[in-house]
């Protein structure tokens, strides 16, 4: 061994009882150890298990709650869903019976507005002092509104149950202007205001009645707000349209009132100045019969300047025959020496009629019903009338025009007539297919029934 080398003792090796019995010592603490590591964890996921199950608990709480609340909630809204049915089929319940109701008695509420007309033009034709006339022209003017006003009702009425179905044909546009501005022409001129319109040459495909009833609208409300200037009508071509307008030199429209007033019973601005009444239905009318048509309606408007309303109409492209929807003649004065049977079931009528009729120089003679003319043939089989006044609906389901049809069929010879109704769906192609009548509506005015019975009577002659 070299000298600078250390040596340590290596201590000895104890394999007796005691260190046996350390290591199992050892050993099984460890395997405790292990064991409370185990049962520790198992303990934490009873812990965490417990606490999902009171969570879980408490969830389905939660659930049941909210699951009462929501049928509750769905309880009572089928309770309103139902309370709403039950509204809703009393609304349209209300809206038939209104519409029924406007539909039966249209006639009815004409018919006295007719008498009165007839008597009025009665007492003021022939000599009377100016007084009288101009009392008399105050209420021929609050006939004429009373008239206006029931009839815009009554096509609200219809219009709002789909009762009034369009009849679509050609329409001769200059026909169409020159019969608005023929009627509103004495209104303008009265306000010192320039009426007129430009011949287009132009054919557009519409309900006659309903197109003319828009127009007519249209240039009464200008007609009505404008104070000075003047109104056109005119018509261009655009594509396969043609833009009806109607202008006028009014006060205009601001752009807050362009959506309002074409809702009923509103006016706009202009009206709390102008010395003009009405309830403000005009332009609803012309809203909802456009919509009928499926034809835009469209305004301009400038404040101060006037404004422009345009309907668009489909552009036709020939021209056919077409039968006149209402007859419009001009007023004729005098009537020749004539026998005239009256066939009218409400005795205002018959009254006024009779005193009209005398004063204009004819013979008179009056029937109700197809009883009555069957017993004048009777006890005066020679009676021969040169013309025949028949309101269309009678008592007991029976119509004039059945009953001239009669009366012809008796006489072998096609009796001129004139078929007097207020029943607006009526019309002249509809009486062309029962025979050869002629139109006049409720409440009739006597000069134009004059002009007509002139002209009837001559072309028969």
């Not at 261009?236 to 007033?261: A, F, H, K, M, Y």
């Not at 909802?288 to 492209?317: I, K, N, W, Y």
């Not at 025949?388 to 609906?393: E, M, N, P, Q, S």
């Amino acid at each position: 061994m070299k000298s600078d080398e250390v040596s340590y003792p290596i201590p000895p090796r104890h394999d007796g009882p005691g260190s046996e019995l350390e290591r199992r010592l050892e050993k099984l603490a460890r395997i405790n150890a292990a064991l409370m590591q185990r049962v520790e964890r198992s303990m934490d996921q009873q812990a965490n298990a417990y606490s999902l199950f009171q969570t879980a608990i408490g969830l389905e709480g939660q659930v049941r709650l909210r699951t009462d609340q929501l049928k509750t909630a769905l309880d009572r809204l089928e309770h309103v869903n139902s309370e709403l049915m039950l509204a809703r089929d009393a609304a349209e319940r209300a809206n038939r019976f209104k519409t029924r109701f406007f539909t039966a008695v249209g006639h009815d509420l004409l018919q006295p507005l007719h008498a009165a007309r007839l008597t009025l033009s009665a007492m003021l034709d022939g000599e009377g002092d100016r007084e009288q006339q101009r009392l008399g022209g105050q209420v021929d003017h609050a006939l004429s509104t009373i008239e206006e006003l029931l009839k815009t009702i009554l096509d609200l009425s219809k219009l709002e149950a789909g009762v009034t179905e369009p009849q679509i044909r050609l329409i001769d546009v200059d026909e169409l202007f020159s019969s608005v501005v023929g009627d509103l022409a004495p209104i303008a001129q009265a306000k010192g205001l320039k009426l007129g319109h430009r011949s287009t040459r132009l054919m557009v495909r519409s309900d006659p009645l309903m197109l003319r009833r828009i127009m007519q609208n249209l240039v009464a409300n200008a007609v009505h707000y404008t104070d000075r200037g003047r109104i056109r009508l005119l018509a261009r071509r655009r594509g396969l349209s043609v833009r009806l307008e109607v202008w006028d030199t009014g006060p205009g429209i601001p752009q807050v009132e362009r959506d309002r007033i074409f809702e009923e019973f509103q006016r706009g601005t202009a009206s709390e100045t102008a010395r003009v009444g009405g309830f403000g239905l005009g332009l609803s009318i012309v809203q909802r019969m456009s919509e009928a048509l499926e034809h835009d309606l469209g305004l301009c408007s400038r404040v101060g300047r006037g404004s422009c309303f345009t309907v668009m109409a489909p552009f036709a492209t020939t021209r056919e025959p077409q039968q006149p929807v209402e007859t419009h003649v001009a007023p004729g004065y005098g009537l020749p020496a004539s026998n005239v049977l009256v066939i009218e079931n409400e005795p205002t009528v018959v009254d006024a009629m009779r005193a009209l009729l005398m004063r204009w120089g004819c013979q008179v003679r009056v029937a109700a019903s197809a009883e009555d003319v069957e017993a004048m043939f009777t006890e005066t089989p020679e009676y021969s009338p040169d013309l025949v006044l028949a309101d269309y609906h009678l008592n007991r389901g029976q119509t004039g025009v059945a009953v001239v049809a009669e009366l012809r069929r008796r006489l072998g010879v096609e009796v001129p007539a004139i078929v007097i109704s207020a029943d607006r769906s009526l019309t002249q192609s509809s009486l062309a297919a029962a025979g050869s009548f002629e139109l006049l509506r409720k409440p009739v005015k006597p000069a134009e029934l004059r002009a007509l019975m002139r002209h009837v009577i001559t072309r028969g002659a």
